[in-house]
């Protein structure tokens, strides 16, 4: 059987583990009739959308997608909000795809998503239309909000209205749609006797066509809208009431009129990210902090004389941090880790950090057993190395 792939593609016969299940739906189909290489029989598309109706997307990469996206939305003053549908999802329904439905998919992601323009789309409908608040519809404040908020063909809009990404793996289900009227939609405008072509007219003894279709069951999406610049900032609210509003009574995506894309914010969900976003942030600053004290170190480091620099790496590389300077390179000199000149300078460098700090120079001891006073037997040490 010839397919409509490349010569010798070795197609696998199933979406691999962790494939991307938006280019396997898409470019994949292999349902065409064996008697006739490009006809698709009705069991055919049914069953290539069954095989795919299943959960899709990698949790930690879609976590790390929303994570970036609402870092960026909120580095440029904007607001992001999680929604979730309270049924079906579908967008990108009018795609071309053999089995006459497409799907949206996001390119890296592997998941259906909105695209920003049909985010932007949606808000403007409802402040055009649906919003009753801004009075008659060719009011003067309803022109100015939509000029103001999505531009005119001289002015670029006050706002920037970003993808709406899945933030979890999506359900998948298989969905049907059946038509009536499907000759009518075709063919209706070339009618030359509606007596002669009775399947082209509407009516309803016309026997329904069952399409399938895949949808996304009850997905949670963040949406995001940001002010283009600050002279905005001050109308954000509004236009994130009116993305709210336009999402529970219009819904979003496609065949909204049945009920689908109908979706409601899901602020535990928000507040969840927000938080992630928050640490994030936190342990990118410190790790930034980090490297800057690292480089500021190496820099110090060059600067030194090659004793200087021997040192404050030897001290720096030691495994217990709390160990005091004196103790550690006294420790070091008892083991005979230094010999000859460099053993002399370590003495005379302890020499002057221990009569700089207070009580640790000690050639005489008040205690009554000397032999126990620490201090007093460390400067009876470095004494006895200047000497050698």
Do not use: C
């Not at 938080?275 to 942030?281: F, V």
């Not at 720096?316 to 005979?336: E, M, N, P």
């Amino acid at each position: 059987m010839i397919l409509p792939l490349y010569h010798d593609h070795q197609a696998p016969p199933a979406l691999p583990d962790g494939g991307h299940r938006g280019l396997w739906y898409d470019r994949f189909f292999d349902r065409y009739d064996d008697r006739d290489q490009w006809k698709i029989p009705d069991e055919g598309k049914a069953g290539w959308v069954k095989d795919n109706a299943k959960p899709t997307g990698d949790r930690d990469q879609l976590d790390q997608a929303a994570q970036r996206h609402l870092a960026l939305i909120t580095a440029l003053g904007g607001r992001g909000a999680v929604f979730q549908t309270d049924w079906h999802f579908a967008t990108g329904l009018g795609l071309p795809h053999p089995v006459e439905n497409g799907l949206a998919w996001h390119s890296t992601l592997g998941v259906p998503y909105l695209a920003g323009s049909g985010v932007k789309g949606l808000v403007r409908a409802w402040v055009e239309i649906w919003d009753e608040s801004l009075g008659d519809p060719r009011s003067e404040q309803r022109q100015q909000r939509l000029d103001t908020w999505f531009g005119t063909l001289k002015q670029a809009g006050g706002f920037l209205f970003f993808d709406a990404l899945p933030i979890e793996p999506v359900n998948l289900v298989a969905d049907v749609m059946t038509p009536h009227l499907g000759k009518w939609y075709e063919q209706g405008g070339e009618i030359a006797d509606w007596r002669r072509e009775p399947d082209k007219i509407p009516a309803d003894w016309h026997a329904p066509v069952p399409v399938p279709f895949l949808v996304a069951k009850k997905p949670k999406l963040l949406f995001g809208i940001a002010p283009r610049n600050k002279e905005f900032a001050a109308e954000l609210d509004a236009v994130f009431a009116a993305l709210k509003q336009a999402l529970e009574w219009l819904g979003a995506g496609a065949k909204t009129a049945v009920g689908y894309g109908v979706m409601a914010e899901k602020p535990k969900d928000t507040e969840d990210l927000q938080q992630i976003a928050a640490a994030t942030e936190q342990r990118q600053r410190e790790a930034a902090r980090i490297q800057q004290q690292h480089v500021a170190r190496q820099t110090e480091l060059e600067d030194m004389d090659p004793f200087e620099r021997m040192l404050a790496e030897t001290l720096g590389g030691r495994a217990d941090k709390g160990q005091t300077d004196i103790v550690y390179l006294i420790g070091l000199l008892k083991s005979g880790h230094w010999q000859g000149e460099d053993k002399q300078r370590v003495a005379q460098w302890l020499e002057r950090r221990m009569k700089d700090a207070k009580g640790q120079w000690k050639p005489q001891s008040q205690a009554k057993k000397p032999e126990k006073d620490r201090e007093h037997q460390n400067t009876l040490l470095v004494m006895s190395w200047l000497k050698d």
